[in-house]
Structures are given as C-alpha cells and as structure tokens.
C-alpha cells in the first residue's frame, strides 16, 4: 500500500485498484473542529481535481477534491454521525470515500509522505 | 481542500494592525486572523470548546478593536439624538443602552453601545466600521460637541456564568462614593472602578447571552488585567471564532453582516432601539422612512431558523418557500449548544411566522428549515 498526498491536502491511500481518500491531520487542524461531512455517492464519477465533498467546520465550509479519476464505491458511513472522527482521526478512521482508479497514472504527479511534510513545513 | 478564509478580511486595504495584546495572544497558541484591520485570535483550543466554555464557566475575549469614544460638552446627548433613535437624553449616569448609527434613510451605519458617564456619553462601536463612525459623527455632530477617540484604551469582555464570581477576586473598589460596588451592577450598569490603583471603566454587558461585563482599560495596563483574570479558574481565553458562534446562539445581529446600510431597524427587528418618545417627536437621521416602516410594516424580516439535519446554511444562503425565494440567510453556523445549525435570515413577512417550513439552499441542495424564535440560546443576563 502507499499514499500520496495533494497540495490541496488530501492523502490517498493505494491497494491495487483502490483508493481511500481523506483530508491531512494538518488540513483539519486548520479547518478546527468539523461538524458535517457531504460525501460523494456510491457509484459516482468522479475526475481528478473535482469537488466531490464538502467537509464543514464551525468556521466554514471547504471542498474536497478528488486526488484521482475513478469510480466512488463507498462512502464513511460513520461520518453521518461522527464527523469529528476527521479532526480526530484525519489519517485512519476518518477517512472519505473509496475511488476505483480509472487511471493509476495519475498518482505519479502527487506528493509521497515526505514531499507533503516539506511542502506543509514550507507554508 | 479549499481554503476555509470566513474571518479574514477579504478588503483589507491598509496594513493589519497590532493590539496591545498581540503578544499575549501568540503565547497562549492563539491562531491570529486578520479581522477588522487588526490580528486577532479566531481560536485557541477550538471553537467548540471555547464556546461550551464560555456557557458553562467564564470566557475572556480582547475586543479591543472595537471603537470606544466619548462625546461631551453641553448638549452632548441632545445632539447624539439627531443620529440614533434612541432616548439617550433620558439616560441616567451608569446606564447604557444598545443604539442604532442611522443615515438619512434609515439604513443601518453601525450598532453600539451609548452609556451616560456622567461628564460625558461612552460610545462602544464596532472594530470595522470606527473610522467611518467617526468621520460620521464629526460631520454631523455641532462644533460645540467635542469627540474623543479612546485609541490608548484596550476592552476586555469576560463572558459567562461564573464571570461575576471571578471578576469579585480582583477586590475593585468602586472610584465614586455611592456607586454601586461590582456584585450590585445589574445588566446595563456600569461604573468606574479601581483596580490595585489602575482605573477601568467596567459594564454589565456583553454580547454572548451570558451574564458579564465589559471592561475598558489603558493598553498599557490590559495585560496584567487579561493575566490577572485567566489565574481565575474560572476563566479562559476564547477567540473571535466563539464569539460570533456565542452571539448567534444569542439571536444578537452581526453589523456589517446582520445589519447594514441596506437594511433598517424594523426589518431587523431592533425595534427596541427606537425609543416611545423618539417615535413620537422624530427628529433623528432617518426618521421619516422608519417612522412609516413601524407604521406600514416591512417587506421583510429577520429571523432566526433551525435546520435539519447537520450541514449548516452560511450568509448568503437563498431561501425558499413554494418553490419561490423569500429570503436571504445573512449569517448561519453550527450551534455547539444546540448540536445543530442555525441561522438568521431575512424572510418575506408571510413566510416568517414562528413554525413556518421553509428551504435554505446550500451548495446546491435545498435543507429543510423552520423559523424558530430567537434568541436560540436562552439570555442569561443579571437583572
């Protein structure tokens, strides 16, 4: 398994054809605390960069976009009731939805886990 | 993920200014936003926690952004009177009330806060709109009145139940004799107070629902204030986030959101702040267009609205009744004592009837809502 990471601070992590995606632990500390978690439905298309979530906090609301093209074949279903599970577990349990990866290609220009760690030290 | 920026001003056009307790603020882990021309803490530990915080023991927040000015000289408060339509010829020294800036239509310039000092009026206004306050009210007030800006002057608001007890272990002394101590001020008294020698002009007020006190200070002495109230247990310091979360809940109206000059004091429902003698005699900026609208009604009106489920409706929001839109949220969040998002709104009068079901759209997708009575959150003052 590995994961990539975005500039928009999405992680991804890759198991042969499938992806889970989610939001950094650094995203949701800048985000504070979340309160409502819009997921993408099962089945749905998604291209790479779209918006296919939307993660809100006490403070605003804020797009997730999809690392990759692909297919969403589930959503967090714990998310309904726990959205604080992504500031509380940003990188395991609170992940977002999993994507059927239509074209793995497209890891090839994210960020490994060290690349994001610089890229976030540099913000 | 997109940026989440809602604090930050998006037209700030000259360079954010520093508050006495910048420096305080950074120590303590506050996350510093530009808000009104300042830096200024949105968040602490978090919002939500900050928010339970101030409901359930004290809360100390730097609003020393905000404006306070002093308007004195013969007829001072006569000559207030011409710009807000409140009675403040009638107030009694130690007493403020909440008032209106209105222009000539009567729409909104700013909310503030008016109390009778004695020698002279106090005058709390808002961060981001002082300095149009107070090229305002240099333009319209005679040059008989003379306006001061308290610009060495930081204010302190600490907020919540166990704010009083907390306050009372700084031993002030009331500076007059025959004022009444601390634990006698009752909501919308204030009085002049020593503390350890270091004066502070101190007010039963506040702007979360909660029993508290507003507490202006020389910049110079506001740290050793801010230190001296945090050694209470009782007290924390909680962030712009909490806030404006605290007065939501509190049905209290954000300016420059809430209000504006687009909108009047009849459809914001601050009717209050119209005083019975100002409606009769008139004579104040705007009096023409309010006076009709108190009597003819308004096209809309502010109210406040539950939503289902747990996305919340943010400023901006339509609003939709039968397939048509009859309003505009105007600010919106998710409450942390309620566990559920609210919201104000302007709503066409047939559709805002305490129950009405309603439509708030939010990215796309219609939430169902009802209008609720405000304030959400139960007020909580010392009476």
């Known amino acids: 398994m590995t994961r990539y990471f975005t500039q928009e601070h999405e992680w991804i992590e890759v198991n042969g054809e499938v992806g889970t995606v989610g939001i950094t632990d650094y995203a949701q500390g800048q985000l504070g605390d979340i309160t409502f978690v819009e997921l993408p439905a099962e089945g749905a298309t998604v291209g790479k960069g779209d918006s296919v979530s939307v993660v809100d906090s006490v403070k605003a609301a804020s797009d997730v976009y999809s690392p990759v093209s692909g297919t969403v074949t589930e959503a967090n279903p714990a998310l309904a009731d726990a959205p604080e599970l992504v500031n509380s577990d940003a990188e395991t349990g609170g992940w977002l939805f999993r994507v059927t990866l239509s074209d793995p290609a497209e890891l090839e220009a994210l960020m490994d886990e060290a690349a994001y760690k610089d890229f976030v030290a540099g913000l | ?383």
């Open chain 2, 1 to 383: 993920m997109s940026e989440p920026d809602s604090y930050e001003d998006e037209d700030a056009v000259i360079e954010t200014q520093l508050l006495p307790l910048d420096p305080w603020h950074r120590e303590r882990g506050g996350r510093m936003v530009a808000f009104a021309g300042y830096w200024m803490p949105v968040q602490y530990e978090g919002i939500i926690a900050e928010h339970l915080w101030t409901r359930e023991n004290a809360g100390l927040f730097d609003v020393s952004h905000m404006g306070q000015l002093e308007v004195s000289g013969e007829g001072a408060a006569a000559a207030l009177e011409a710009l807000l339509p409140g009675d403040i010829t009638a107030l009694k020294p130690g007493r403020l009330r909440y008032s209106l800036l209105l222009d000539e239509n009567g729409g909104v310039l700013d909310d503030l806060m008016v109390t009778n000092r004695g020698e002279e009026i106090y005058v709390v206004v808002n961060g981001a709109t002082k300095w149009d306050d107070i090229a305002h009210l240099r333009e319209h007030l005679p040059d008989a009145i003379t306006l001061n800006h308290l610009d060495e002057h930081g204010l302190l608001a600490l907020q919540g139940p166990k704010a009083a007890d907390a306050l009372a272990r700084l031993n002030l002394e009331p500076v007059a004799p025959g004022t009444p101590c601390l634990a006698e001020l009752t909501f919308m008294q204030a009085g002049a107070f020593l503390w350890d020698g270091r004066p502070l002009w101190i007010s039963r007020s506040g702007y979360t629902g909660e029993d508290g006190f507003e507490i202006s200070v020389r910049g110079e002495h506001i740290e050793a204030l801010a230190n001296a109230l945090c050694e209470q247990p009782e007290v924390k310091p909680i962030g712009l986030g909490a806030r404006d979360s605290l007065r939501l809940e509190a049905g209290l109206p954000l300016y420059g959101h809430d209000l504006t000059p687009e909108t009047d004091p009849v459809s914001a429902g601050l009717t209050f702040a119209v005083s019975k003698r100002r409606r009769e005699e008139g004579g104040f900026a705007g009096a023409e267009r309010v006076l009709d609208l108190l009597a003819g009604g308004t096209q809309s009106v502010r109210v406040g609205l539950a939503l289902e489920g747990r996305q919340a409706a943010r400023e901006g929001a339509s609003v939709w009744s039968a397939g048509q839109q009859v309003g505009m949220v105007t600010s919106g969040g998710f409450s942390p004592t309620l566990q559920r998002p609210i919201a104000m709104a302007y709503v066409e009068r047939p559709c805002a009837a305490e129950g009405a079901s309603l439509e708030v759209e939010v990215r796309g997708k219609r939430l169902a809502a009802s209008v609720v009575p405000m304030p959400f959150v139960p007020h909580r003052y010392y009476r």
